[in-house]
Nanobody
Framework: QVQLVESGGGLVQPGGSLRLSCAASGSSLVPYSMGWYRQAPGKQRELVATITSGGRTNYADSVTGRFTISRDNAKNTVSLQMNSLKPEDTAVYFC???????????WGKGTLVTVSS
């Protein structure tokens, strides 16, 4: 069973930066895609950014230019560098790993990011 463990959440002032990290364990396979999703209070979970094993990235419009996703395939880790944070970035951030053949995905338990003065 694949397990995803996130770290790096916390409280930051508007305009500040945080770096989230996620480590996947329990599989010798490399996920096709790893990424970050977030869920704010009262809202649905939404995509933040994903990255394939080949390095192709996809970002939500709301974070483009401020967030950068990266991964280390050898270590099965994915990170999210978040800059110029805004109060509307406040949410629980979840790590996701998607495997092909067969198709399956796994989620971390989430880490809270609070952007407030």
């Amino acid at each position: 069973q694949v397990q995803l463990v996130e770290s790096g959440g916390g409280l930051v002032q508007p305009g500040g930066s945080l770096r989230l990290s996620c480590a996947a364990s329990g599989s010798s396979l490399v996920p096709y895609s790893m990424g970050w999703y977030r869920q704010a209070p009262g809202k649905q979970r939404e995509l933040v950014a994903t990255i394939t094993s080949g390095g192709r990235t996809n970002y939500a419009d709301s974070v483009t230019g401020r967030f950068t996703i990266s991964r280390d395939n050898a270590k099965n880790t994915v990170s999210l560098q978040m800059n110029s944070l805004k109060p509307e970035d406040t949410a629980v951030y979840f790590c996701n790993a998607y495997f092909q053949f067969p198709s399956r995905q796994y989620w971390g338990k989430g880490t809270l990011v609070t952007v407030s003065s």
